[in-house]
């Protein structure tokens, strides 16, 4: 239990509720490591067993429990004493809200055969929380769900956590999200079992994959009993982004070492819908003059324009006249194909007819050119295992200098000072008091009190588990973005991400698909009507030799998520000025608008201080046993040091080695 905690920090930091099960999402990770390695005393509390937010990554069996859990979300009851009998005549208290709202509208289709005739065990399973998700057919077997009590309090102090198994209560316990049943049951292991699967992971990770360039043989149909099987394979994010390999995540990555906690693969492909067909987009120069989709004329062109728009700014005559049209109208004034237009508006600027000016569109433009090349032939990288690693990078920094992270431990509310009208302190569930200078708090956690004068947006996503690419090539091990425009003025252009099994988010033979776009109706109305014009649900029907032209839809999940990144401070009731607010993931393909907030809030936190500065060479460390050396050999040693800090900044500065 969590009970003791110190009385005392500069820095506490209220986990989002955003997803159930989840302390801090990547904005406050960032600013909690920058924090921490400023020398400030940090504090992570959540009531949730894991790090994220909905920035978070599930195993499958994961992602079945959060459906579980956030079917059971409205049925949160707050326990613990009475923290109004602790609140003093000259304070007052601004109640946190337990009741996550930010996801709404979940759906789930399972279309792979459900042969479940015996009970089927996730390989290796940790103790993760586990369930089955049955839509077309409510009377197949259900498999088994696991999810630890609401009064276990773990208070850690590094990333890295072990979770502590309690039975559950009610084996027959049966709930309904949208069309889809999930049912509860005890899951058995031990702590031998568990030490093992953790050392095979380990293992695992360190063995390279040789998968598949050469020729496969015949395939054969996955089930979900499969699925369940090999779900500890699955990694799927709740937010689908990636990285622009010159874009602000990467920069500090970088900077702070962070990126040591990590591995990337580089996108290996930019596709295009067209003409109800998928085809390779070429983007760099190597690609524009291989393509066979492009005539010469063609390639000159493009090449052309692509030349413009990296040095667009010093040609304004070029684009001044037309700076208020938008770049889809703009693209038609530079002798420009359909087919160049296309690409450049869909697949390189990525926005569509309405969305983008002039200015905007040659900008993102600009951007994607830039990024070439640094990593590879797409401006793209992709975390291994997935975006949900992100957040637990930084959470490790955090604790490496001496934050504390403190999980299952839910804060009840915070306490301000009436005359000076700073917020002084928290409550928690035990009715302690905790003082702090500084509070971060995640947008959801805030109750409706505070947030009534607030308008969201909203992001619809869909994850789909499929057996083959949109796009077959030689190699199976190919890593895409698709971006797949609104066919109905006002409607939104979809963005879609398809990751192969070597990026560690899926079993092998199986691909993970992540639709994003901004919402206008439900995630599903959103976004189905894309899932259908490339994917076929699989069927019980179709024989073992039957060609399907589209891959199969094995599994299907849509939800629609809060969008707060443009909330306003000044949007939220009476919030103290040292209350700072962080929004929830943002529907941009980038991490920048993350990183931006980050480094706002920590200058108002830390002025004059360095963001997040890389940790210091161990040979620069003085240990009080250095003290007793000579003055000469005191100089000898820093000089040393120092001598091999730009080696050290040199592989800093070149993250492509650590993600081979």
């Known amino acids: 239990m969590a009970d003791n905690l110190p009385s005392e920090f500069d820095v506490i930091v209220i986990g989002t509720e955003a997803s159930v099960n989840s302390i801090t999402g990547l904005p406050e990770s960032i600013i909690a490591a920058a924090c921490s390695r400023s020398g400030q005393r940090v504090l992570h509390v959540d009531s949730r067993s894991y790090y994220g937010g909905n920035w978070a990554s599930f195993s499958f069996s ?30 007052e208290a601004i109640a946190l809200s337990r009741k996550d709202k930010t996801i709404q509208h979940v759906e789930v289709f399972c279309y792979a055969s459900q042969d479940l005739h015996e009970e089927v065990e996730e390989a290796g399973a940790l103790q993760k929380n586990h369930a089955s998700v049955i839509s077309e057919n409510p009377t197949e077997a259900v498999h088994s769900a696991y999810l630890p009590s609401e009064d276990e309090s773990l208070c850690i102090a590094s990333c890295e956590m072990l979770t502590e198994q309690t039975p559950s209560s009610d084996l027959e316990t049966a709930l309904e999200i949208s069309n889809v049943k999930v049912t509860g049951e005890t899951e058995k292991h031990d702590d031998k079992t568990c030490m093992k699967s953790a050392s095979e992971e380990e293992t695992s990770k360190n063995v390279p994959t040789t998968e598949g360039t050469a020729l496969q043989p015949k395939k054969t149909r996955i089930t979900y009993s499969q699925i369940i099987k090999e779900g500890r394979r699955f990694n799927i994010d709740l937010v689908s982004k990636l990285l622009y390999s010159r874009g602000l995540l990467i920069d500090l990555l970088i900077k702070s070492n962070v990126s040591r906690y990590a591995e990337f693969k580089n996108i290996t492909r930019i596709l295009a819908f067209r003409e109800g067909r998928v085809e390779q987009v070429p983007c760099s120069r190597a690609d524009v003059f291989n393509s066979k989709q492009l005539t010469m004329v063609e390639k000159r062109m493009l090449m052309k324009f692509l030349t413009f728009c990296m040095e667009y700014e010093k040609h304004p005559d070029e684009y001044k006249a037309y700076e208020e049209i938008t770049f889809s109208e703009y693209l038609k004034t530079q002798k420009l194909t359909p087919n160049l237009q296309y690409f450049v508006l869909h697949s390189i600027a990525m926005t569509s007819e309405t969305a983008s000016n002039t200015i905007d569109g040659l900008k993102a433009t600009k951007n994607f050119l830039h990024c070439l090349g640094r990593y590879g032939n797409t401006p793209f990288l992709f975390p291994l295992y997935g975006q949900g690693e992100l957040p637990q990078c930084f959470c490790r920094m955090c604790a490496v200098f001496g934050g504390i992270y403190c999980l299952r431990h839910s804060v009840q509310c915070l306490v301000v000072d009436k005359e000076s009208r700073k917020c002084k302190a928290i409550i928690d569930q035990f ?102 014009k490339l994917f076929t649900p699989y069927t019980e029907t179709e024989t073992e030799n039957e060609e399907v032209e589209k891959p199969r839809l094995l599994w299907a999940l849509y939800f629609n998520m809060r969008d707060s990144s443009d909330v306003s401070r000044n949007s939220y009731n009476d919030l103290p000025s040292n209350v700072y607010v962080c929004s929830g993931p943002d529907s941009g393909l980038g991490n920048d608008n993350a990183v931006k907030q980050a480094e706002t809030l920590f200058q108002l936190i830390c002025p004059n201080e360095d963001f997040c500065p890389p940790p210091p060479n161990p040979e620069d460390i003085i240990t009080d046993g250095d003290s007793l050396q000579s003055e000469a050999s005191e100089a000898s040693v820093i000089l040393e040091a120092n001598s091999e800090t730009p080696k050290e900044s040199a592989s800093l500065g070149n993250p492509e080695e650590a993600s081979q």
């Not at 939104?492 to 901004?518: D, N, P, Q, W």
């Open 62 to 91: 994961g992602i079945l429990s959060w459906l579980k859990e956030y079917q059971e979300n409205s049925d949160i009851v707050n326990e613990g004493p009475a923290w109004q009998e602790q609140i003093l005549e000259n304070e």
């Open 431 to 532: 009715g302690q008091r905790i003082i702090s200078k500084h509070f971060l708090v995640e947008d959801s956690y805030f109750s409706e009190n505070t947030c009534s004068h607030v308008q969201y947006r909203q992001i619809s996503r869909s994850v789909l588990i499929t057996d083959r690419s949109v796009l077959k090539t030689d190699s199976d091990q190919q890593i895409s973005i698709l971006t797949v425009p609104g066919e109905e003025p006002g409607t939104f252009a979809v963005r879609v991400i398809e990751l192969c099994s070597s990026t560690m988010t899926c079993m092998k033979g199986t691909y993970l698909v992540h639709l994003t776009c901004t919402s206008s109706k439900t995630a599903r109305e959103d976004l189905e009507p894309v899932v259908q």
